[in-house]
């Protein structure tokens, strides 16, 4: 009886796990589309989102629902103190001539005040008209809404606020120019 019992859960384990291989199979093939609940909200909406900033002086909340639609835009998460953040800005002014249109807006979400400041200032981010915020996500937002796992991290929208790539990691201008045109 036991032996009739071994090979019966033996057989039932077999069919499992045959089963269990196929559907990985179909998982893993390039035809098959995500299911929505698996989407981050930057793909189910891929228009820009509104949320706060606040801003460096420690009492203004701007919103990017206020951003202007007409040129493309640049959302970027940064943090004060990470040296691939650090790079990229400087890869981004070395080039800055090449994507003055975009308008930037530069965020953080885990430091204070006197860090981004800092940041601002050692960075000369005064000298590039085109920088227009940098401030704090109090709201912890673009982390959820992207799914960010690295920092820098730079959104990218084109001037009718319509998503057009999202750059997780290092970069610098010319990567980030042939996005918006």
């Known amino acids: 009886m036991v032996k009739i019992l071994s090979f019966i859960l033996l057989v039932c384990l077999s069919v499992n796990t045959v089963h269990?291989?196929?559907?990985?199979?179909?998982?893993?093939?390039?035809?098959v589309v995500a299911p929505a609940?698996?989407?981050?909200?930057?793909?189910?909406?891929?228009?820009?989102?509104?949320?706060?900033?606040?801003?460096?002086?420690?009492?203004?909340?701007?919103?990017?629902?206020?951003i202007p639609s007409g040129k493309p835009i640049a959302l970027m998460l940064f943090s004060p103190d990470c040296k691939h953040c650090k790079r990229t800005i400087k890869a981004l002014q070395e080039g800055m001539d090449s994507i003055k249109n975009i308008q930037f807006y530069m965020v953080t979400a885990?430091?204070?005040?006197?860090?981004?400041?800092?940041?601002?200032?050692?960075h000369h981010l005064?000298?590039?008209?085109?920088?227009?915020?940098v401030g704090r996500d109090l709201e912890f937002f673009y982390f959820?809404?992207?799914?960010?796992?690295?920092?820098?991290?730079i959104a990218i929208y084109d001037e009718h606020k319509k998503l057009v790539k999202l750059i997780e990691g290092e970069t610098n201008a010319s990567e980030v120019y042939k996005y918006i045109h």
């Open 144 to 153: 959820s809404y992207y799914g960010a796992k690295f920092v820098p991290d």
């Open 37 to 66: 609940d698996t989407l981050k909200p930057y793909q189910k909406y891929p228009v820009l989102p509104a949320f706060n900033i606040l801003e460096m002086d420690s009492t203004t909340i701007f919103n990017t629902f206020n």
């Open 126 to 133: 005064a000298d590039y008209k085109n920088i227009q915020k």
């Open 20 to 31: 269990a291989q196929e559907k990985s199979k179909i998982i893993d093939t390039a035809a």
């Open 110 to 122: 885990s430091h204070n005040m006197t860090d981004i400041k800092d940041f601002y200032a050692k």
